[in-house]
């Protein structure tokens, strides 16, 4: 099995360009989740699913959009992009809501 | 809202060393877990805690859940140079639909 997979794993993005950070598992995962990490400051909560069809907000989502048209799919939007959404994004699944599974990462500039 | 303290921030050891780092929350969490991060690439769980005063072992990792509810430690014991990284813990409530995360111990082992 592959896991959980992302893609790109590094982009360079220009102030105010769009991109889709995009995350698939094949395990059949109910739930799904998006953090950003930066240095020193552990994983942050951006969005998260709890099915297909259904989103929320985690801690701090501003800046940043999601949708689960299936199962297997979580991609991450950023529509405007800025300086401070430079990270290191990881996208996780597990088929309760604990116990994930990480992807590799999708490490993000924004100059 | 929720907050985990994991402490210390970073360790610098000796190999062979044993090693304990500690998480404390604001607030009652039903499930702890812990989680390893190498460079580069997603945390990888170690050891999930499910009830209040239980330890669990995974090798030469042993982690327990508090009795309080509130707290969690890792310990390591006999550390070789594979265990260099970084250590998160994670929590989740009665309710949550997401687990949230410290900001990490980073380990160091010093040759």
């Known amino acids: 099995n592959a896991g959980v997979t992302q893609t790109p794993k590094f982009r360079i993005l220009k102030i105010g360009q769009s991109m889709t950070l995009q995350c698939t598992q094949d395990?059949?995962?109910?739930?799904m989740y998006w953090y950003r990490q930066d240095p020193g400051m552990g994983l942050k909560l951006i969005y998260y699913?709890?099915?297909?069809?259904?989103?929320d907000k985690g801690e701090v989502p501003n800046g940043y959009n999601v949708s689960r048209s299936t199962t297997e799919d979580f991609p991450l939007r950023l529509e405007l992009a800025a300086p401070s959404q430079t990270s290191v994004y990881f996208c996780?699944?597990?088929?309760?809501?604990?116990?994930?599974?990480f992807g590799s990462g999708t490490r993000l500039t924004v100059v | 809202g929720q907050q985990l303290n994991q402490s210390p921030q970073s360790m610098f050891i000796q190999e062979g060393e044993d090693v304990s780092m500690n998480c404390t929350s604001s607030?009652?969490?039903?499930?702890w877990l812990w989680y390893k991060q190498d460079p580069g690439e997603g945390p990888v769980l170690l050891i999930a805690?499910?009830?209040?005063?239980e330890l669990t072992s995974n090798g030469r990792l042993t982690a327990q859940f508090g009795i309080t509810r509130k707290d969690s430690f890792l310990n390591i014991s006999a550390s070789i140079p594979s265990d260099v990284g970084i250590y998160f813990c994670?929590?989740?409530?009665?309710?949550?639909?997401?687990?949230?995360f410290g900001k990490g111990t980073r380990l160091h082992i010093l040759p």
């Open positions: 996780a699944s597990s088929p309760r809501p604990y116990g994930y599974t």
């Open positions: 395990m059949n995962h109910n739930y």
């Open positions: 699913s709890v099915g297909a069809g259904i989103t």
């Open positions: 607030s009652i969490f039903n499930t």
């Open positions: 805690l499910y009830k209040a005063g």
């Open positions: 994670a929590g989740r409530g009665n309710r949550d639909d997401k687990i949230i």
